[in-house]
């Protein structure tokens, strides 16, 4: 059992959206849909001033606030952290969408249902399948792996760099940032 | 806004239902032999209802394509949505026996009248605690919003079974005025739930603080100032205080007033559902 999560600098980001296309295309999305989105920040006064690009995505969170409120279960949490939705169950009601503190859900348009990243789960390999966002990524701003386990990559990524989740403890998430 | 005005009609039809219900049964409790009037109160119920969770199954779309889902519903007791399903599985059956009773003549029991009060209370309140427990819209976030909405389920209610007693015969219809006392007491009360809802939502961050600003100044200030607090709750209320002293006044004119009277409570019990559903801003983080 592993407990998976992601750390994002956005430091390095330079806001290609190649990450975002890559899901897109992974996850058959429309072009207007997305699992990742893009806040753009500027900060200080002219002339010292600065740009950030923060992409977003589902944080995965520990006692989700989307699945506390799914009222089909069709939101749900694996064992191994991964917040997904089980299309099968999910009636589109929204629910989960007022209560996610992120904005990451969306309704897929033609089916109705809502979904949002899911870290590459793969149903038969039972467990997330090389996230599609990270392996693209051409600033190795993203890092993806068991927070679990203090040797894996993220894991010291994390502790080296400080990363922190982006909005304190509003909720306990499994994404991380480091922010300049 | 991720919900709409369908979710916002159904507020509605769900707390006048309820409201409904409650004050026609607060009716015949207080007049047992008057029973013209109240059939209508007991059907419309039901049928109120009924409205609304149509509403809501068309708002969820992957659901209304496929109906079997609906039936999921009931799966997580944690969940203000299916605490809402077990409720409305208990008040339907309830409305449903009490209008048929109603309508073939055959007296509704005390206790059956009593089980279907609590399930309207509880169907007025949890309203309110559907969106209560959104984290994501600062607005809808706070334990105001079910007093609120049982609040004005209450008016909602007692304004339909008054219109309704125009249907009966005029000494019927002066028996609701019974029920304005309790008008009186419950628009003071709501607007006063109206000012703590939003001086709670503007120390909520910016989202909060953004909704509150598009009701009192922006997209919805006239909704809200001239639909809802003018014609939805100040002016019912200064027509019920105002025709207190004519109790017993008899000329269609007079009639006339005091109905256009509780068709305004009704404008101003949709408008508060609208003007929240609509303002409900999700939390801004940068
Ligand atoms: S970020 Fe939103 S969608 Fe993802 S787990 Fe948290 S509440 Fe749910
Ligand atoms: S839209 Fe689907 S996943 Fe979201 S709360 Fe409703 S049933 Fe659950």
Redesign the interface.
């Known amino acids: 059992m592993a407990r998976y999560g992601m750390l994002i600098d956005t430091r390095r980001c330079v806001g290609c959206f190649a990450c975002r296309l890559a899901c897109q295309m992974k996850n058959t999305l429309g072009p207007k849909e997305g699992f990742v989105h893009f ?1 753009h ?1 500027e900060t200080g006064a002219f002339p010292h001033v600065d740009a950030e690009v ?1 992409p977003m995505q589902c944080m995965h969170c520990e006692d989700a ?1 989307c699945q ?7 939101t749900h949490t694996t064992e191994d952290g991964v917040v997904l939705v089980e299309e ?8 989960c ?7 990451v859900r969306m ?1 897929e348009e033609k ?4 979904e949002k990243c899911r870290f590459c789960w793969d149903d038969e390999l039972g467990g997330p399948n090389n996230p599609s966002c990270v392996a693209t990524c051409i600033a190795d701003a993203r890092i993806f792996g068991d927070l679990d386990d203090p040797e894996s990559d993220v894991s010291k990524a994390i502790a080296e760099l400080g990363a922190q989740p ?2 304190g403890d509003l ?1 306990k998430t499994k994404i991380f940032y480091v922010r300049g | 806004m ?2 709409g005005p369908l979710i916002a009609v159904y507020l509605f039809l769900a707390g006048a239902a309820a409201g409904a219900y409650l004050a026609e049964s607060f009716i015949s409790f207080k007049y047992p032999t008057d029973k013209k009037t109240r059939r209508w109160g007991r059907i419309i119920v039901p049928v109120l209802l009924g409205v609304g969770l149509l509403m ?1 199954m068309i ?8 109906p079997l ?2 039936f ?5 007791p ?5 605490i809402g ?1 077990y409720i409305i599985c208990m008040f339907m059956p309830i409305s449903l026996v009490v209008a048929v009773l109603e309508l073939f003549h055959k007296n509704v029991p005390r206790w059956l009248d009593i089980i279907g009060d609590i399930g309207a209370v509880c169907l007025a309140g949890y309203t309110g605690f559907l ?1 209560g ?5 600062p607005l ?1 976030h706070n334990s105001i919003l079910p007093a609120l909405f049982l609040v004005s389920a209450l008016t909602s209610g007692i304004a339909i079974v008054s219109l309704l007693g125009f249907l009966g015969d005029e000494s019927e219809f002066e028996k609701m005025r019974a029920l304005r006392p309790i008008h009186i007491v419950a628009t003071i009360l709501e607007l006063i739930l109206i000012a703590l809802m939003l001086f709670i939502a503007v120390g909520k961050g910016a989202a909060g603080a953004a909704s509150v600003e598009m009701i009192l100044s922006g997209q919805y200030a006239v909704l809200f100032w001239l639909g809802l607090i003018g014609i939805g709750l100040v002016l019912p209320l200064a027509l019920d205080v105002f025709t207190a002293g004519t109790a017993n006044d008899h000329k269609a004119g007079a009639l006339a007033v005091e109905a256009s009277g509780h068709a305004c409570v009704l404008v101003g019990g949709f408008l508060l559902r609208f003007i929240v559903v609509m303002a ?1 801003v ?2 801004i ?2």
Do not use: Q
Request: proline share 4%; glycine share 10%; with cysteine.
């Open positions: 806040e920040l923060i606030p506390h409120v799914c009222p089909t279960g069709a099968s169950k999910c009636i589109g009601c929204k629910y969408m007022v209560a996610c503190p992120y904005s309704i089916s109705g249902v809502v982006i909005a909720t | 991720v919900w809501l708002d969820a779309e992957a659901g209304f394509k496929n889902r609906f999921g519903l009931v799966n997580n944690a969940s203000v949505m299916t399903v969106l427990d959104s984290l994501g819209v809808w409900g999700t939390m983080l940068f």
